[in-house]
């Protein structure tokens, strides 16, 4: 069965430093999306990408945030100067047609811990 | 804007016995709905989603969720837990009128089954 893949799976960071999270969605998908959920708290949209351009973002997702599809295949997000509060789960998630009754798929998460 | 309210943070249950988990949203626009499933140390796992039509939905390991739109409710039901259901259920709303599919996320319902 088809999946949402995404690495690391723990990434310690000391602050300030980049950071990249990859995902690799379903090769037949072609909206992209990340949320992220700082530990107890809710599952947050932060950014939606297709056609090769960001789509949608919340207010989360400001300057020190990027996303990218470098290959065709791996979706990125990058954060250039992490913040201790940024410490997160990062989830990729796709979806293989436009409207909102096609099913996301998501990835296992990224824990992002920023020391 | 929408908005999701998981009224339970917490809901301790003995195995074999029903469980319901609340979920009620806030939306201006017509919604589709969802309940995804965490399992420790995993992904979101769509259980089940409303589109339209029949009111009462049925999911994946014998979960079903019946939509209100009175009450703005979609709650989610078992009639017979296993230890096996022990994880982190989300309610989850997204825009039925269009737009890239970004979901909206209750803050999540931990069902602990006991023996």
């Known amino acids: 069965e088809p999946e949402v893949t995404q690495t690391p799976s723990h990434q310690v960071t000391q602050m300030g430093q980049e950071v990249i999270l990859r995902c690799v969605p379903i090769?037949?998908?072609?909206?992209f999306y990340w949320y992220r959920q700082i530990l107890g708290q809710k599952v947050e949209f932060l950014v939606s990408?297709?056609?090769?351009?960001?789509?949608?973002k919340s207010e989360i997702f400001d300057d020190q945030f990027s996303v990218e599809r470098p290959d065709g295949s791996n979706f990125t997000l990058k954060i250039r100067s992490t913040k201790l509060e940024d410490s997160a789960m990062y989830f990729c998630?796709?979806?293989?047609?436009?409207?909102?009754?096609?099913?996301?798929?998501f990835g296992q998460g990224t824990r992002l811990t920023v020391v | 804007a929408q908005s999701v309210t998981q009224l339970d943070s917490q809901v301790p249950v003995f195995e074999e016995a029903p469980v319901e988990l609340r979920c009620n949203y806030s939306?201006?626009?017509?919604?589709?709905l969802f309940w995804y499933v965490q399992y420790p140390n995993q992904g979101l796992q769509l259980l089940l989603k409303?589109?339209?039509?029949?009111?009462l939905v049925k999911g994946i390991n014998g979960f079903e969720a019946e939509f209100n739109k009175s009450q703005t409710s979609f709650h989610l039901r078992k009639p017979s837990v296993h230890i096996s259901d022990t994880a982190e259920y989300f309610c989850?709303?997204?825009?039925?009128?269009?737009?890239?599919?970004?979901?909206?996320f209750g803050a999540g319902t931990r069902l602990a089954v006991h023996p």
């Open positions: 409303y589109l339209s039509g029949s009111t």
């Open positions: 989850a709303v997204s825009d039925a009128s269009g737009g890239y599919n970004k979901l909206i």
């Open positions: 998630a796709s979806i293989r047609g436009k409207y909102s009754n096609t099913e996301a798929f």
């Open positions: 090769s037949n998908h072609l909206y």
């Open positions: 939306s201006s626009v017509s919604v589709y």
């Open positions: 990408f297709y056609n090769n351009e960001i789509s949608e």
